[in-house]
T-cell receptor
Framework: GENVEQHPSTLSVQEGDSAVIKCTYS??????FPWYKQELGKGPQLIID?????GEKKDQRIAVTLNKTAKHFSLHITETQPEDSAVYFC?????????????FGKGITLSVRP | DAGVIQSPRHEVTEMGQEVTLRCKPI?????LFWYRQTMMRGLELLIY????????DSGMPEDRFSAKMPNASFSTLKIQPSEPRDSAVYFC????????????FGPGTRLTVL
């Protein structure tokens, strides 16, 4: 089955700096890679996703890049703000209609210092 | 849209007691997922349903755990008997199967077994 790993487990950046969170996956057949943000006391919420037919996707201050050859993908947050502080999960799956399920990484805690 | 609704939000019980967690998915969603989140193991998929039918329960830890989905708008996760190692946050998520793979998570139930 799929195995998703995130490194490091914690990341601290100064407000205004950029943050990069990396994930690796094991199943070369995986073709969908979402990122979820979990704020304290809440459930994870999708913030951006990418499919294997593109290498990069942007949405305002966040972007995701995918390297299929190396089987890794990264979340980039620019101009970080205190409200970006949260736990971020990457996930991977092979889309197969009704029966696809996500495999999540263990999450990384991002702290943005004011 | 009310989002995914879970109850109770917090549950404290004693070892050996039965615990029932409840979930109401987003109206119109036909896939439902139960996850368990702990510091050690991260976000683990326990079981998921498509159109009220259990598809994959390989993540259910043992026979003490059971899940049902009697109709499209309600699901339960039961632990009987509960043990201290079951203490975790349990999330329910739903999505529209066959479309985008976005899962929408509920706020979670924090379970403490003494």
């Amino acid at each position: 089955g799929e195995n998703v790993e995130q490194h490091p487990s914690t990341l601290s950046v100064q407000e205004g700096d950029s943050a990069v969170i990396k994930c690796t996956y094991s199943d070369s057949a995986s073709n969908y890679f979402p990122w979820y943000k979990q704020e304290l006391g809440k459930g994870p919420q999708l913030i951006i996703d990418i499919r294997s037919n593109v290498g990069e996707k942007k949405d305002q201050r966040i972007a995701v890049t995918l390297n299929k050859t190396a089987k890794h993908f990264s979340l980039h947050i620019t101009e970080t703000q205190p409200e970006d502080s949260a736990v971020y999960f990457c996930a991977a799956t092979r889309l197969s209609g009704a029966n696809s399920k996500l495999t999540f990484g263990k999450g990384i805690t991002l702290s943005v210092r004011p | 849209d009310a989002g995914v609704i879970q109850s109770p939000r917090h549950e404290v019980t004693e070892m050996g007691q039965e615990v029932t967690l409840r979930c109401k998915p987003i109206s119109g969603h036909n896939s439902l997922f139960w996850y368990r989140q702990t510091m050690m193991r991260g976000l683990e998929l326990l079981i998921y349903f498509n159109n009220n039918v259990p598809i994959d329960d390989s993540g259910m830890p043992e026979d003490r755990f059971s899940a049902k989905m009697p109709n499209a708008s309600f699901s339960t996760l039961k632990i009987q008997p509960s043990e201290p190692r079951d203490s975790a946050v349990y999330f329910c998520a739903s999505r529209v199967s066959g479309g985008l793979d976005t899962q929408y998570f509920g706020p979670g139930t924090r379970l403490t077994v003494l």
